[in-house]
Every structure is written in structure tokens, then in C-alpha cells.
């Protein structure tokens, strides 16, 4: 099986269906393991990138938040959010099939904080300096939520 193709065709089908275009198949020893299309537009769920949603089906079938082993094919070259999420779940391999600026002439985003030009950059700034606005409140009690976990988990 092509999987890259097929996760083409999930995109298209996404897109036929009113979604936006984008998909992610995962594969473990030659099989698929999960798939999903972009559901934002369907659910109004921010987070409900096809790589997020993927990863979460993939990691619930095999009862772990490992991927090793996986190969995850992407129809674009993955946002900081899933890209953060590919990194957790460690894959042998993420193949992307387009690059934001091959799409740059095709897809727009409405948000407010979000343009292809500008929302890549913002997260190598500190995080005083980003277009959103943020803000640290220090916290003893919370440290020691972490402190408590430690404790509880001294070998990871």
C-alpha cells in the first residue's frame, strides 16, 4: 500500500466532507495502526489536528504513549502543536508531504494570533515576548505538585 497516497486521500476526502486538508496515517510493521482527517471545522475543537487526533487513537490501541516502531506520514510539514505532540510520542519517522510554503498560495488561516508569516517565528521568542499576551505568576504550591510527583516516580 502507497501510504502516502493514502493519506492524500484521506485529505481529500476531508476536504469533499467540508474539512480542512489535512491528514495523518500512522504505520507499525507494515499496517496501518491509525488515521485521521483535520476535524476542526467539524468539531470547533482547536486541538483537533488529524496528527493529534492519530496519535491518540494509535496510543490508546497499543496501551502506550510510545509510537516507536511507527512511521506517521503528514499531508503538510506539521504546526508547532502536533509537531510538539510527534515529538512525545517518538516515531521512528514522520514523513511530511508538503511544506508550509508550498501551500502558502492555497490555505489561510483566520486566527488571531496565527499567519504562515509570522506563527512559526513567535515560538522561538521568550515567552515575555510573544503576540500572546502571557503572563507567569510564581507559585510555591505549585512546584510542589512536581516535588509530590518525584517522589511518587523516583526512577523516571
Known amino acids: 500500500m502507497d501510504f502516502a497516497q493514502h493519506t492524500i486521500d484521506l485529505a481529500n476526502r476531508n476536504v469533499a466532507e467540508g474539512g480542512r486538508p489535512f491528514a495523518t496515517v500512522i504505520v507499525r ?5 491509525a ?3 483535520n476535524q476542526v471545522a467539524q468539531t470547533h475543537d482547536p486541538t483537533a489536528h488529524a496528527e493529534i487526533l492519530a ?13 516507536t516502531g ?3 506520514y503528514v499531508l503538510a510539514h506539521p504546526c508547532p502543536m502536533c ?3 510527534l515529538y ?6 514522520v514523513v511530511f508531504l508538503t511544506t508550509r510554503d508550498d501551500y502558502r498560495p492555497y490555505y489561510r488561516d483566520d486566527r488571531k ?7 512559526y517565528p513567535e515560538f522561538a521568542k521568550d515567552w515575555a515576548d510573544r503576540r500572546l499576551p502571557m503572563r507567569y505568576d510564581r507559585r ?8 509530590r510527583w518525584r517522589t511518587a516516580h523516583p526512577d523516571m
Open 83 to 85: 509537531l510538539a505532540a
Open 88 to 93: 512525545y510520542c517518538s516515531p521512528d519517522e
Open 29 to 33: 510493521d507494515g499496517t496501518i495502526l
Open 55 to 67: 496519535i491518540r487513537d494509535a496510543c490508546t490501541k497499543i496501551g502506550s504513549e510510545h509510537l
Open 70 to 72: 511507527a512511521t506517521i
Open 35 to 37: 488515521e485521521a482527517a
Open 140 to 147: 510555591d504550591a505549585a512546584l510542589g505538585v512536581y516535588r
Open 113 to 119: 494570533y496565527f499567519e504562515l508569516d509570522t506563527f
